[in-house]
C-alpha cells in the first residue's frame, strides 16, 4: 500500500517560491490501477516523483507498506527503489545496445545472478510479448514496442510497484492502445500497482481503476473510474470528463416557447431503456435528440444525450417528471 500524507513540494526560494504539490494526500491501494490526470503544470510529475523519492518532498510523509521511505539514508532508500520500477515518456533506452542488453542491464546494475540473466531477460521479453526483438536495436522499433522495452526493464527485479508518467504521450493512437492492453494483463497477471500519470482522459478511461483529479498542485477530486466519468463533481474534473464525452450543445440552438433542452445521463443498463420513446408515446410531447454518446467502462455502459423536449404546459412537466424517474440524471438546461 502506498500512503502520501500531507506532501508539499515546494520550488524556488523567497518571493520565487511556490508550492508544485500542495498538501496532498492519498492511499492507493495494493494491485491497483491508480491514475493522476490534470492540466500541464498540475504538479502531476513531481507527486508521482515524490512516491520513489526521486522527488523529496519538501513536508508530509510517504509510507510504502507502512513504512516512511523520506525517513530513509541512501542505501535503504536503494533497496525500496528496487520494489518501484519507472517508465517515461521517452522510454529511455540506450539507443547503442540491443534490446536484450537494456533489459538486461538493469539485472546487473542490481547484482542478480549472473548466469540466470539470460534466462530472466528471456522471461522479461515474453511477458511483453516482444521475444522477437531480443538483438534488435532501438532505432528499428516503433514507439509502442521501446516502450515494451522499458517496461521489461522497468519489471526486471520483479517490483510490486510500476509508476508510469505519462508513458503513452508519445505514442499514436494504436500504439497507445497496444500499451494500455498489456499493462493490464501485467496488472491482473502479477498483481503489481500501477500508478499513472497522464493528461489522457481515454487512457483514464480504459486504463484506470481509481483516478484522481490534480490542478495546481491540489487533489481536487478521488473516486473511482466509472464515478468520476458519471457523476464528476469538481469544476477540473466535469471538463476532463466532458472533453471525453464530447457531448455539447450547438451554439446556433435556440429554444422557443414551449420548449425545454434537457441533459439526459443514463448508467449502467439504463442505457438501453427506451425512456424517450416511452416519454413521446406515453405523453403529448415530442423529443429531438441533438446530440449523445454511450460509451463504455470496464464493460459497463454510460451514456449522455442532449434532447429537446417539445409540448404544451403539464404535459411537458409530466413528461419531465417520467425522464427524471427514468434516467441516471436529468439536467434543465433551459426552457421557455
Ligand atoms: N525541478 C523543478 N524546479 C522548479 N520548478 C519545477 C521543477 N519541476 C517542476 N517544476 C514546476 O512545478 C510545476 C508542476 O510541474 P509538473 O511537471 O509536476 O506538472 P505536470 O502536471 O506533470 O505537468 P506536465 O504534464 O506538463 O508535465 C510546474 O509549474 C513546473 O514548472
Known amino acids: 500500500m502506498i500512503e502520501l500524507k500531507n506532501i508539499d513540494v515546494e520550488f524556488g526560494h523567497g518571493g520565487n517560491a511556490f508550492k508544485a504539490v500542495n498538501d496532498v494526500s492519498l492511499t492507493i491501494q495494493d494491485g ?9 503544470g498540475a504538479g502531476k510529475s513531481t507527486l508521482v516523483r515524490v512516491i520513489n523519492m526521486l522527488q523529496p518532498p519538501t513536508r508530509g510523509q510517504v509510507l510504502i507498506d507502512g513504512r516512511d521511505i523520506t525517513k530513509l539514508n541512501r542505501r535503504e532508500l536503494r533497496k525500496v527503489r528496487l520494489n ?17 542488453e537494456n533489459v538486461a ?20 521479453l515474453e511477458l511483453v510479448h516482444l521475444p522477437e526483438k531480443a538483438d534488435a536495436y532501438p532505432a528499428n522499433l516503433s514507439g509502442g514496442q521501446k516502450q515494451r522495452v522499458a517496461i521489461a526493464r522497468a519489471l526486471a527485479n520483479n517490483p510490486e510497484i510500476l509508476l508510469c508518467d505519462e508513458a503513452t504521450s508519445a505514442l499514436d493512437l494504436e500504439n ?15 498483481g503489481i500497482t500501477i500508478v499513472f500519470i497522464t493528461h489522457e482522459m481515454e487512457v ?36 476532463l470528463v466532458e472533453r471525453v464525452l464530447n457531448v455539447t450543445v450547438p451554439e446556433a440552438l435556440t429554444v422557443k416557447e414551449d420548449e425545454e433542452l434537457l441533459r439526459l445521463s443514463y448508467t449502467g443498463d439504463d442505457s438501453y431503456d427506451p425512456v424517450i420513446s416511452m416519454a413521446s408515446k406515453n405523453y403529448d410531447i ?3 435528440i441533438i446530440s449523445g454518446k454511450v460509451d463504455y467502462i470496464h464493460n459497463k455502459p454510460f451514456g449522455v444525450m442532449i434532447v429537446i423536449l417539445r409540448g404544451a404546459g403539464s404535459e411537458r412537466e409530466k413528461a419531465l417528471e417520467y425522464i427524471e424517474k427514468n434516467v441516471y440524471k436529468l439536467e434543465r438546461l433551459g426552457g421557455k
Open 32 to 40: 491497483e490501477v491508480f491514475g493522476i490526470v490534470g492540466p500541464s
Open 84 to 100: 518501484i520500477g519507472m517508465i517515461f515518456q521517452h522510454f529511455n533506452l540506450i539507443s547503442g545496445s540491443t534490446i536484450a
Open 105 to 124: 542491464f538493469s539485472l546487473y546494475a542490481n547484482k542478480y545472478p549472473k548466469d540466470k540473466i539470460p534466462g530472466r531477460v528471456k522471461e522479461l
Open 176 to 190: 497507445t492502445e497496444e500499451i494500455v492492453a498489456l499493462l493490464k494483463e501485467i496488472n491482473q497477471k502479477t
Open 204 to 239: 483514464a478511461k480504459k486504463l484506470f481503476d481509481r483516478i484522481a483529479f490534480m490542478e495546481q498542485g491540489k487533489l481536487k477530486e478521488i473516486s473511482d473510474i466509472y464515478t468520476a466519468f458519471t457523476e464528476p463533481k469538481e469544476p477540473i474534473a466535469k471538463r
Open 286 to 288: 415530442t423529443i429531438d
